[in-house]
């Protein structure tokens, strides 16, 4: 399920973000070291597997050269919850797991399985990283996750000889973009391809838009529910999506054909042989698919604009990633420990950002370490972001709520992309899904 794999394959352009001076650190990694853990094997779980379970296994063969520790991963699929519970009850709890969701790691502390991570790892966290991805790391003020690898939600992706032909630039407003749309379907190309058979893609439409508009604070009264989503800034949100989701030239088989189009299919419909239209938003990782699926070059074939400002706010930056924990029933805790300081560097960082499909929100990672200019410049927008960015707001939610198909928020939203017309309506059917969720 792509939802929970926010973080599939990185892409970016250059064209619109300058790139600067690179942070310091972040060179590859030296052979030999201390071999402090020889012998001593580290268990690993999380939901990567194929490209990106080979190129982590990169990272922990370097952590392997480094300190001796051998390692063994296990890919749990997309329900890591559900899996490593059922480890953990059968007496063959991993020693670490890379935890993709703030609200599954919010859940395995309050049931008392982790342990906090180090003094060593939290220096490196302080010294490295924004304030924010602490928080998100974080349980009443005790830090359990490190956040390894990150994704970039807030990308426009469009086909450059789409928007060449209908003579358009690169908007920088949420108005510029609905404007610069027409102008596409005018030349005969459908604006957006909107993936609306996956609800997870129309909250992240959503959240970008809360995001700039309603801004930082309101967004995450929204996310903890201390906001209803009754509220005047959700309702206004939703107006604002429903100016692209009533246009049906604006969208590619307009409602009925979004609600057919899975996100696979929507990136499809942009860089697949035979398109039905010029852009469509997702995440970083919309390059991945475009690559691997079309042959499709990042920064040629396939660019991107950022999500552009809304009503006057900032353009949003809202992230996703997998933080890595150590759990209390681990049999190796001194080397579990030493696999999460050895994440927290730069040098750990390096090797997957080499290997492409990665991005850090380490800002000591230099830059020079990713392999094109494309990823570069996505990974200088999510460190320069610093503060300002978000955690996808769904993730952090229940599931019931943020996480579950045919329910909750993810069928409201379909149902608002099938008719436009009600904000209000749909922010009270929001509100009592998510109160219930919540256990309001």
Same mark, same amino acid.
């Given at each position: 399920?792509?939802?929970?794999?926010?973080?599939?394959?990185?892409?970016?352009?250059?064209?619109?973000? &300058?790139?600067?001076?690179?942070?310091?650190?972040?060179?590859?990694?030296?052979?030999?070291?201390?071999?402090?853990?020889?012998?001593?094997?580290?268990?690993?779980?999380?939901?990567?597997?194929?490209?990106?379970?080979?190129?982590?296994?990169?990272?922990?063969?370097?952590?392997?050269?480094?300190?001796?520790?051998?390692?063994?991963?296990?890919?749990?699929?997309?329900?890591?919850?559900?899996?490593?519970?059922? #480890?953990? %009850?059968?007496?063959?709890?991993?020693?670490?797991?890379?935890?993709?969701?703030?609200?599954?790691?919010?859940?395995?502390?309050?049931?008392?399985?982790?342990?906090?991570?180090? #003094?060593?790892?939290?220096?490196?966290?302080?010294?490295?990283?924004?304030?924010?991805?602490?928080?998100?790391?974080?349980?009443?003020?005790?830090?359990?996750?490190?956040?390894?690898?990150?994704?970039?939600?807030?990308?426009?992706?469009?086909?450059?000889?789409?928007?060449?032909?209908?003579?358009?630039?690169p908007p920088k407003t949420y108005d510029e973009m609905l404007k610069a749309g027409q102008t596409v379907s005018d030349s005969g190309l459908a604006a957006f391809s909107v993936a609306g058979q996956d609800g997870w893609t129309l909250t992240d439409w959503f959240e970008n838009i809360y995001l700039s508009q309603a801004g930082p604070e309101k967004y995450d009264a929204l996310a903890a529910h201390k906001l209803k989503w009754t509220d005047a800034s959700v309702v206004e949100a939703l107006e604002t999506l429903g100016k692209l989701f009533k246009? #049906?030239?604006?969208?590619?088989?307009?409602? #009925?054909? @979004?609600?057919?189009?899975?996100?696979?299919?929507?990136?499809?419909?942009?860089?697949?042989?035979?398109?039905?239209?010029?852009?469509?938003?997702?995440?970083?990782?919309?390059?991945?698919?475009?690559?691997?699926?079309?042959?499709?070059?990042?920064?040629?074939?396939?660019?991107?604009?950022?999500?552009? @400002?809304?009503?006057?706010?900032?353009?949003?930056?809202?992230?996703?990633?997998?933080?890595?924990?150590?759990?209390?029933?681990?049999?190796?805790?001194?080397?579990?420990? &030493?696999?999460? %300081?050895?994440?927290?560097?730069?040098?750990?960082?390096?090797?997957?950002? %080499?290997?492409?499909?990665?991005?850090?929100?380490?800002?000591?990672?230099?830059?020079?370490?990713?392999?094109?200019?494309?990823?570069?410049?996505?990974?200088?927008?999510?460190?320069?972001?610093?503060?300002?960015?978000?955690?996808?707001?769904?993730?952090?939610?229940?599931?019931?709520?943020?996480?579950?198909?045919?329910?909750?928020?993810?069928?409201?939203?379909?149902?608002?992309?099938?008719?436009?017309?009600?904000?209000?309506?749909?922010?009270?059917?929001?509100?009592?899904?998510?109160?219930?969720?919540?256990?309001?």
């Open positions: 399920m792509m939802r929970r794999r926010t973080t599939l394959l990185t892409g970016c352009t250059a064209l619109v973000l &300058a790139l600067g001076a690179t942070a310091c650190g972040g060179g590859p990694v030296a052979a030999g070291g201390d071999k402090s853990l020889d012998g001593q094997t580290v268990t690993v779980a999380g939901v990567w597997s194929g490209t990106e379970q080979k190129n982590f296994q990169k990272v922990l063969d370097a952590f392997t050269e480094k300190t001796g520790a051998k390692t063994q991963f296990t890919s749990t699929g997309d329900n890591v919850s559900t899996v490593v519970g059922s #480890k953990i %009850e059968g007496g063959n709890a991993p020693d670490v797991v890379m935890v993709p969701q703030v609200g599954v790691l919010k859940q395995f502390a309050q049931k008392g399985w982790l342990k906090p991570l180090s #003094k060593k790892t939290e220096q490196s966290v302080d010294a490295g990283y924004a304030p924010v991805w602490k928080e998100y790391g974080s349980v009443d003020g005790t830090l359990y996750g490190l956040y390894f690898k990150a994704a970039h939600k807030s990308t426009v992706w469009y086909s450059p000889d789409a928007l060449a032909q209908a003579g358009v630039k246009d #049906k030239q604006l969208i590619a088989g307009g409602q #009925k054909g @979004a609600l057919n189009t899975d996100f696979p299919g929507s990136v499809e419909k942009v860089f697949g042989p035979e398109p039905e239209a010029g852009m469509v938003y997702e995440g970083d990782f919309v390059a991945g698919v475009a690559k691997d699926q079309f042959g499709k070059k990042a920064g040629e074939d396939a660019n991107f604009f950022p999500f552009p @400002a809304v009503g006057g706010g900032e353009a949003p930056v809202v992230s996703g990633g997998d933080a890595a924990v150590v759990l209390k029933d681990g049999k190796n805790q001194k080397a579990a420990q &030493a696999l999460l %300081e050895f994440l927290a560097t730069p040098e750990a960082s390096a090797v997957w950002a %080499e290997a492409g499909g990665f991005l850090s929100p380490n800002k000591k990672l230099d830059l020079a370490s990713y392999g094109d200019d494309v990823t570069r410049a996505t990974a200088k927008s999510l460190v320069e972001a610093g503060d300002s960015v978000r955690f996808d707001m769904s993730d952090q939610a229940p599931a019931a709520f943020g996480g579950t198909k045919g329910a909750g928020e993810w069928k409201l939203l379909q149902d608002f992309l099938r008719d436009p017309s009600d904000p209000k309506g749909t922010a009270a059917k929001l509100e009592a899904a998510a109160a219930k969720a919540y256990q309001d």
